[in-house]
């Protein structure tokens, strides 16, 4: 775009040239100074480093300002004379400054100057270097030979360093791979002082294979595998420059003579494994690896270009060009170009595996016998003509095996290689009720109302003997320690909702769409009929894909007119059409219009896999006709019609703004803000408790959004019980939304009531700081005579009874927290002791579940024991009951017994039992539980279809997922076991090893 636009302003200007190119400079100036502004500006690192990011000046300042305004180490200009360039090392009213050659000296602070931009200089330290701020093309460069073979006997050329192969990074192996080709070149060179070695090709075959593995170091360092997804870079070229690239490496591997030197596989020795790969993502995108219409349409595309190729090489040849092969010549120029049918009448059939060239080899082999013969070719010639046509023969074989190696990784789901895509997924994808991480809030409410306890039972005078300042330092000791838990409490609990904001706001982009075409397929053809093309979810994808592609196309500065063009021409309502159209994707848009475009073949995929789901619709629908509607058909459609207004009801409550600080989350709306949490929580536990009453009545009117989605659900669960679980992946999904939605919203009443604890706490801290200066009591005894009462006093009742009733409320939360969590350690308990004969272990893990929900309860004795003592404070308070006034702190400190106690415990269970749980108790879980997993993989993987294009071994591991979230969901070992270990657990069955669990002959069995 940056040449585009140049060209366009500059035109055929004068000096254009050199206008251009300062033009070009420029912009390169402005995209640094936008990415730098963007890391600067957006929270891309450390939330508070963005204030200590120094300020880079990308271009010099033309604005008058005063020396004293620049801070420390700020270059700049004198206005009058801007031939020196200085430096501000002292600001003040006379400022310290240096010159280039380093002499110093004061100039006054109203002196006038230019800022001057902080890029690199020339030696002379004063003018800007021409390559300070630069850009270039993102391209690896590789030569096409390590060794040019020219014509001559005595001398060849090769590149040196970079002009072999540069990557685009100069990162791991780049400059690497310049040094081992320099080193190359001076063992080629040093080997021919032995006469014995003068004449030895074993050096050439030295220098090629060691070049040629240098090569496939630096670019695979550089770039990983090229499959898309984990590559930044992918291999993209014409096809006709690609084979002219393969020619000469078999070329090269003549000239070197590797089937001399090398004894092992030849193509395998000159084309790497990394190098076939990077082949097959160019030829093959994912998703085309097993079609046979994309393979047969690469063929008639590819097999012209090689063999145009070779007789281009072959007319060079000066045996060839003599007057008794011109008959063969030019029977073979017509053969490259019209194909076997236009020169031999026939095409030779042959019978291969469906693989890229299987049968290529045979073809021409015998299409050449019938050429010599038909040209009368000599002896002579044949040998020569076979010659090049060995080398074909190897490019066909090479490509084979390209094309195998994609189509087995794609079987396999190996078309990856990052981390970051085949790990499996960790505890963050785990949404269910009470999941891992919220379980540590609960010991931070509880901390919080125990520290709120013990400061405000310290303001009853009796508890220090009618000491204020014991009862002070007491009160403001616990206030202090309560603000930085409750500001993490504040902290964590944020992150925690915008994980789940991020998890809805993931599902409405990415499953709903997905949700509404399940649900229209499952419908019976004439109901499908009566809903319009608009509302028609299988067109609206296609239509999204289509869209997708036309901008790609203009992204990459590509032409879309011939599919715009085949687009608008299809009928999507007609079988024939569709099939029409995916063939013309496959066979023609694929593999030849868009052959060098690699990321627009992806696109070209995903337009492809929308065309597939539609057309099995339709063939369904011509298969069945009208049929009549089945019983489960009627509510199928009532839940689709409900679809559009579901759609729109998430995504209006979807948080999607940024994040600044790392967990507080802007752009809102009013009814998001914490202030309004509890409300909001209310709203929807009302909402879901009356679902099968007023609100469901209401048919949704006054519904929030976590009880249209527990609506949505009931419906879409009841459909997969009826429909044979062809929706249970659906009915999960929305399973997870409910639980996503409801724990943001705990999550928000949480930060709520831990913001009020955080700014009580320093009220208390104020309150004790007063009463100490007054010497006068904290409390707020005999509030019921609060008009008497003067400011002070009305304040100090205000901190106590608020502190009491946040205090109370971060109790109340935590107290329910604890319940939640021994139900679901119980979970553990009953599922363990349900097996017949568990390993150690497991085992292990049940009796960790039983002394784990003996550690929640006293974390409950720990949370009420604190609730009592401020509910018995403000019953002192207030006068309703005559208790000892020492009772609210004996039961204050008591609390603290006992959750000390709980830490105690466990300690005890995390440093003790925990620890000796065995590492294989991942699998171990696994193997007790084998039967319940196996049975929900095969629930899960229901549904598939056969034309799909995505990889097998990758559908599976998505139906794995699944079940890992499902099982766990039911178990709740993350109540249990810790984050490493839960995690563990998680991951094994992501694997979904079965061998491993069970034994490979049981597996069989």
Known sequence: WKYAVVDKIVGSAPNAGRLKGTLRAQCDRLWFEACIAVITRGDVYNPSGKFYVPRIWFIPGYTDKKLGSLPEGEAFRIKSDKRQKYEVVVPGSKVLVRSIEGYVQYLPSDTVVHLESDLTRQPDGNTESAVSCTTFPVTHYVNYRAVNVLPSKYWCSFSIGDGQSSPHFMRYSGLTGAAINAMLINNYLGSS??????????????????????????????????????????????????????????????????????????????????????????????????????????????????????????????????????????????????????????????????????????EWDHDMRRLFEKSQASAETQDIVMEYMDRAYRITELLNRCFKLARDEHIDGKRFSSEAENEPKSTDSFFSDFPVEAQSFASGLELSSIFGAISLSATQGSVTGGSVVVSVAIAITFAILNIPTSFGTMTNVSRYVNRQEEFRADFSRTKLLGMERTLFKVLSSSKRKEIDDASNPLLKQVRVAYEDFVTGATYYDTSSDEIQESYGNTNFKDLKSVEAFMEEITSNFIPKRYQKEAYLKDKLVTLFAACIELAEVLENDERTGDEETYIEDEATYKAFRRMPKFTERLENSLQTGPIVYGFIRKNKKLSQWAIFAPLRLYFFLMGNFLLKGFSLRCGGLFNPISTEIKVMRGVVTALNRSLGQTLKKEAYDLKELFHATMESSIGMSLFFVGMWVFIFSFFIIANGIASAVQNTSTTCAGALGISGRNSFQQYQCFVVEGGAIVSALAGLIALSFFVRQFRHQRKVVAAINYLPSPPPSVRKIGSLAYFQSLISIWQCIATCTSLASIVIGFVLRFDFADFENNVTFGLAIGAVGAFGISIFLQLIANLGMLYNVEPSAGIDVCSAFWGTLTKKHRLFSLGRSEKSVMSPALEDRESWEYVAREFLTETRFDTVLGADRFNAVMQAIQSGDTSSWRGTTLVMK
């Open 193 to 362: 002082i032995r006469l014995e070695n003068i004449l030895s090709r074993k050096r050439v075959f030295q220098m090629s294979h060691e070049t040629n593995w240098s090569n496939d170091e630096v670019v695979k360092r550089g770039t990983g595998y090229n499959y898309g997804v984990d590559g930044f870079l992918r291999p993209g070229a014409a096809y006709d420059n690609v084979i002219e690239y393969l020619y000469y490496k078999m070329l090269e591997m003549d000239v070197a003579r590797y089937e001399e030197n090398y004894e092992d596989d030849t193509l395998s020795a000159i084309f790497m494994l990394s190098w076939q790969r990077k082949f097959g993502s160019m030829f093959v995108p994912r998703g085309m690896e097993t079609n046979d219409s994309h393979t047969r349409g690469l063929e008639a595309i590819l097999l012209p270009k090689i063999l145009k190729t070779v007789s281009n090489e072959m007319m060079d040849r000066e045996e060839l060009k003599e007057d008794e092969n011109e008959a063969f010549m030019t029977l073979f120029q017509q053969y490259a170009s019209d194909g076997p049918e236009a020169v031999l009448g026939e095409k030779a059939m042959f019978e291969g595996d469906g693989t890229l060239f299987s049968t290529t080899k045979d």
